[in-house]
Structure formats: structure tokens, C-alpha cells
């Protein structure tokens, strides 16, 4: 005899809407940013071109979402705020959505924790109005409004008063709201968005999104410029690929602008903002080889398929999804930024040039800020020096080493991007003269950049070269993680590693990269796995084989300190004219600065 069934035998009740919905909201509503998402998702749904947030104390007071979309019909206003119930689809096909929303929770969950009043009209109507207020149902009356939809939530949270404990500063909620703001901003360029602060004594607005014309590049390009900076306009690359019905367009920074976490990285699937570990894995297998550890790259990237081929629906709040082909997903980002990046070539940022210019205006107030590694104490210097006047003999005085400008014939320097070089200083600092400005370049990072570029293309050419293990390595496995790793071992074999399988949920190592020497392959297999689950995909065998690339060319170029005459100067521009990817070293740091005729005019206040 269990004791508390008897007397206390429980009860099973059918729970009313309001508890019902409070229990929803608990899913779809986590905190302000959220009830805003909801908000200005249904705006953009409704066709709205200009939507306006309005917020107070964190939206824990007051959120207010006012757009100019296609509005609510009065008769259909308790219909928007009953459960389930959508104008979005029809449930007939859960796995072909073009819409924000589609799961008819978010009006009646908001009305349930909040004070909620839905004002709307459609054209050719009158404008109707109706209050929830913590899930008690009013009626509809009639009001004043000239067109689309006003919703106003006054105490969030006020119902679940649990929930209300868990809100952070009123700083912190800002911060999470004006994020999903500016993310639903990129989303849609063609939309103006303005968020206001309408706490204080008189409101605030804290971001401003004009709508962008043009083609869709374009507004991209122009929405990206007031999102992330101009900076990062400036200094990304257009991105535009497609592989087996999958469409990956946006823009991804050069490595040399680069940030110190992964804030800046934005991925969009089939127009909406989702976080998912996808992206970072992918840009970190992109951007590998030009960027050391602790820099992260910066991208805004918009992955579009066919609606079947990923599942929105996977949490309420949509901003996980699930890709029928996460390899393919990943493939193809990793290959389209490589591409673009090579297509760069020696492109570096322009942050560089804005960074040294810094560096050389001491007296400028207003700080920029840049996301770059500062240059380096020899590249200001360098700088500084090329400052001053008739700074060949000057510099000549400080180090006694500078080249002077041989009357070697010369090209036409519009034709060099890098220009020809005059000079150099320190005995590391090339400076070249180019068709609209000057351009400094560090020997030692530029010439390790064209040593490790040649050694992999060698690398790609003749293969990579294997040493045989005497006897196997015999590494024992899960079932599912051999026939994971067996997945790629056609990858693997490309970068010497060579596996094969050896039964009963083992793995026999054969062969591994003769560049890394003596391996412990039990462990770089484990590591293997560990980055399969990770990130989907594993590109560790190359990043060793590079990593080691990487360290003979460092060694194998030229050092900073050596004196070079005005040929083998040039000679260094052409290559890296010809090489991709020497705009930076293999640390992410740029290889060159470039200053144009108008900066260095500014320099000296003549503009
Ligand atoms: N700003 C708006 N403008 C026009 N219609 C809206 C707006 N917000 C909500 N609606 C209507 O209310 C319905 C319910 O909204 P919601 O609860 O967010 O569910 P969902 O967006 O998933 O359909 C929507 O399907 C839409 O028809
Ligand atoms: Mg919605």
C-alpha cells in the first residue's frame, strides 16, 4: 500500500487558456528582446516598409512595436490573440514555410504575461482596438490609427512574476533587444527600422536603418555599412555561390579586419537570423589559415534553399534550424569565402591604412576605433618617419641604411597595385610609390606569406607526402564514431593520414604525413572526432600539415633586418602582386599598409 494515493489521489484537470498560454509564453516570450523579435517579426510578415520600436526601462515597462503592414480586420482581432491561430499557413505543409511566423503563439503568449493592446486597421476600414491583460480577454472597439498596426506591452511579465526575477539590467535587456533589432535589420534592407528609448525625459533613438534601394547587393551592402560600420563595408568581400540547390550570398571581412571574439558573425537561413554552431565552425575552417587563434573573422551570410531542406521548426523561438545536409551547408560556406578570399589576393583592409594614420595623428581627438591589431611599434615608427620631410636623408641619419632610389627604368605605376619601390627603412620596411598614394610593406611577413603559399601549392601539386607505419596503429572505437571518421577518410587521405577499417569498431592508421614526423595518431584521431562533432567537419590533418608549412616558411624567408637592393625589392611587390592571400601573414596580420595621396594630403591639413 502506497500511503498518498487514497486520500490524495491526484487530480487531472484540463487547464484553462490563460494557464496555458502563460505556460507557452514560457517557451516563446524568454525576455523583452524576445517579445520584441515576435513583434517585429509579424511587422515584416504584414509587408510593413517602416517599423518603429519603442522602449522603456529595458521593454520591461514598455515595448510598443508600430508598423505600416497590411493590418488586422476589427472583426478578426480576438482570432490574431487566440492560440494556434495564424493567417500564415494552413497546416498542411509544416516543412514549406516563407514566413516569419507560422506557429500562432506569440500574440496570445505576449497577452498572457503582459498588458497588451493590439490597435490596427486595415485600408478601406475604420480602425479597431482591443486590451489582453494577463490573458483576461477584452472587447473590440473602435479607434483611432491612419493605417497598419500598433502593439503596446505594458509590464512584461507582470502575470509570471517567477519570470520577472530572472530579467537582467535594464542595459543588458537593451543590449539583447537592439542585437535582435539589428539582426531582423540585415535581414531586411529594404525595411526602415528606427528603435527609440522612450524612458527618459524626452526619447532617444539608439539605432536608425534608412530602407535601401537598389539590387539586392546593393541594399545589402548599404544595410550592412549602418549595422556593423562602415568599416566593415569597406572592408568585406561580396559572396555568391551556389552548390546542389543551396544559395550562400552576403559579405565576409578580409582577414586583416578581424575581431577579438566572434560577435560579428552573422548567418541568416532563408531570411531569418538563426544562431547556429554551423557558422562558426565553417568560418573558422575558411579563415584557418590567415588568422591566429584568438582573431575571429567577421561575415553577414545568407544561406537560401529550398524550404524542405531545413527545419525551422525545431524550438519556438526559430532561431535554431536543422539542414537536411549540414556537410553540404558547411562545404559550401568554407569554399566560397576561400574563393573569395583568394580572389583577394594581396587585398588588405583598409582598416590598416585608417589605423596608422591614427597612429601618426597623435594630436586627433575622437578616437577611432579599430577592430584591427594595432601595426606594430616598427610599422608606426616607419610611418612617423615617412613623416617627415625629405625623410630618404633623414632616415638615412637614423639608420644610415636606406636605399636610395636607383634610376632603374620603370613601369608605368598605375599598373602596380603595390607600386615601385623607393626605398627602405629599418631594414625591413619597404616603401613603394604607387599611381594614388604610398605603400609600406613588412619584407619579413611578406616574404614568409609568398614561401608558405608556394610550399602549398607544392603542397596540392605533388600531394602530400606519406610515411608508412611499420606496423599499424590500431585505434579502438565507438561504431558510430568509426563510421563517422571512415566518412572522411577520403579527406584525410588527401593530407596524408590514411585510415582504414579494422573491424569490430576499430581503426587501422597506415599512413601519416611524413612533414609532422613522429605522431601519437591515437590522439590526433580522437581530436579528429572531437572536431567532427564539433563543427561537422574536420580540417585538423591540414592545419597541422599547414601549421608546420607555416613554421618552415618563416624560417625560409627572408628576416626582417636584411638590406635589399632596389630589384629584389620589386621583384617581393610582383609576387605578391601574383600571389592570393599576401595581403596578410599567416598570423592574420597585415603584409602592407597602404596610404593614398588624399590621406597623406590630410596628414598635413591640406585638405
Ligand atoms: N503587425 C501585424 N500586422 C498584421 N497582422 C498581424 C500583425 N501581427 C500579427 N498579425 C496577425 O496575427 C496572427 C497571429 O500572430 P502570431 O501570434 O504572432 O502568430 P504567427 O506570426 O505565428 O502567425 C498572424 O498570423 C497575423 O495574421
Ligand atoms: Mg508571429
Not at 523579435?37 to 521593454?59: F, M, P, S, W, Y
Amino acid at each position: 500500500m502506497t500511503p498518498n494515493i487514497s486520500e490524495n489521489r491526484p487530480v487531472i484537470r484540463q487547464l484553462d487558456d490563460a494557464a496555458i498560454n502563460r505556460i507557452a509564453a514560457g517557451e516563446v516570450v524568454e525576455r523583452p528582446a524576445s517579445a520584441v523579435k515576435e513583434l517585429v517579426e509579424n511587422a515584416i510578415d504584414a509587408g510593413a516598409q517602416r517599423i518603429t520600436i519603442d522602449v522603456a526601462d529595458g521593454g520591461k515597462t514598455l515595448i510598443r512595436v508600430t508598423d505600416d503592414g497590411c493590418g488586422i480586420a476589427g472583426p478578426d482581432l480576438p482570432l490574431a490573440m487566440s492560440r494556434h491561430a495564424t493567417s500564415k499557413i494552413d497546416g498542411t505543409d509544416l516543412l514549406n514555410i516563407h514566413t516569419f511566423g507560422f506557429r500562432g503563439e506569440a500574440l496570445p503568449s505576449l497577452g498572457a504575461v503582459a498588458r497588451l493592446n493590439i490597435t490596427s486597421r486595415v485600408p478601406e476600414d475604420a480602425a479597431f482596438e482591443m486590451n489582453v491583460d494577463g490573458g483576461d480577454i477584452g472587447k473590440v472597439r473602435p479607434a483611432a490609427l491612419t493605417s497598419g498596426t500598433v502593439i503596446t506591452l505594458r509590464d512584461l511579465f507582470f502575470a509570471t512574476p517567477a519570470r520577472l526575477k530572472f530579467l537582467r539590467t535594464d542595459r543588458a535587456e537593451n543590449q539583447a533587444i537592439s542585437d535582435i533589432v539589428k539582426r531582423l535589420a540585415m535581414a531586411e534592407p529594404f525595411v526602415r527600422f528606427e528603435l527609440r528609448d522612450v524612458g527618459g525625459d524626452s526619447p532617444r533613438t539608439t539605432f536608425r536603418a534608412e530602407a535601401e534601394t537598389g539590387d539586392m547587393f546593393d541594399a545589402l551592402h548599404g544595410r550592412l555599412a549602418t549595422v556593423l560600420g562602415r568599416e566593415f563595408a569597406d572592408n568585406s568581400l561580396k559572396i555568391d555561390a551556389e552548390r546542389e540547390g543551396l544559395h550562400l550570398t552576403g559579405y565576409a571581412a578580409l582577414p586583416t579586419y578581424s575581431r577579438g571574439s566572434a560577435v560579428a558573425q552573422y548567418l541568416f537561413v532563408n531570411g531569418r537570423p538563426v544562431r547556429d554552431k554551423l557558422l562558426a565552425g565553417a568560418l573558422r575552417g575558411a579563415y584557418f589559415d590567415f588568422l591566429s587563434r584568438d582573431r575571429h573573422p567577421a561575415a553577414a551570410l545568407f544561406l537560401d534553399c529550398d524550404p524542405t531542406l531545413v527545419d525551422v521548426n525545431v524550438h519556438p523561438a526559430k532561431s535554431e534550424v536543422r539542414f537536411r545536409d549540414p556537410g553540404l551547408a558547411r562545404g559550401l560556406i568554407v569554399s566560397a569565402l576561400r574563393h573569395a578570399l583568394a580572389e583577394a589576393g594581396h587585398r588588405a583592409s583598409s582598416t590598416v591604412a585608417g589605423a596608422t594614420l591614427g597612429a601618426m595623428q597623435p594630436e586627433q581627438t575622437g578616437a577611432r576605433v579599430y577592430q584591427m591589431d594595432r601595426p606594430s611599434l616598427g610599422a608606426r615608427t616607419a610611418a612617423y618617419q615617412a613623416q617627415a620631410p625629405g625623410f630618404s636623408e633623414m632616415a638615412q641619419d637614423f639608420s644610415g641604411h636606406v636605399v636610395q632610389p636607383e634610376y632603374v627604368p620603370e613601369p608605368a605605376p598605375e599598373d602596380l597595385p603595390l607600386g615601385t619601390a623607393r626605398g627602405q627603412v629599418h631594414e625591413n620596411y619597404i616603401i613603394a610609390q604607387t599611381a594614388t598614394g604610398m605603400v609600406i610593406v613588412d619584407q619579413h611577413a611578406a616574404h614568409e606569406r609568398l614561401v608558405y603559399e608556394k610550399l602549398k601549392r607544392q603542397m596540392a601539386e605533388n600531394g602530400v607526402a606519406t610515411q608508412g607505419l611499420l606496423i599499424p596503429e590500431i585505434v579502438e572505437l565507438s561504431d558510430g564514431d568509426c563510421a563517422r571518421l571512415l566518412e572522411v577518410a577520403d579527406d584525410l587521405a588527401r593530407f596524408g593520414l590514411g585510415i582504414e577499417p579494422f573491424g569490430g569498431g576499430a581503426i587501422a592508421v597506415r599512413e601519416t604525413p611524413a612533414i609532422l614526423g613522429e605522431v601519437n595518431a591515437r590522439a590526433m584521431i580522437l581530436d579528429i572526432l572531437d572536431e567532427l562533432a564539433d563543427a561537422g567537419s574536420s580540417n585538423m590533418v591540414q592545419a597541422r600539415v599547414e601549421a608546420i608549412l607555416s613554421r618552415v616558411a618563416c624560417h625560409g624567408s627572408i628576416r626582417s633586418g636584411r638590406w635589399m637592393r632596389a630589384e629584389e625589392m620589386n621583384a617581393l611587390l610582383r609576387e605578391m602582386e601574383a600571389t592570393p592571400h599576401s595581403g596578410q601573414c599567416n598570423h592574420g596580420r597585415p603584409t602592407y599598409v597602404e596610404l593614398k595621396l588624399a590621406d597623406i594630403e590630410r596628414l598635413f591639413g591640406r585638405t
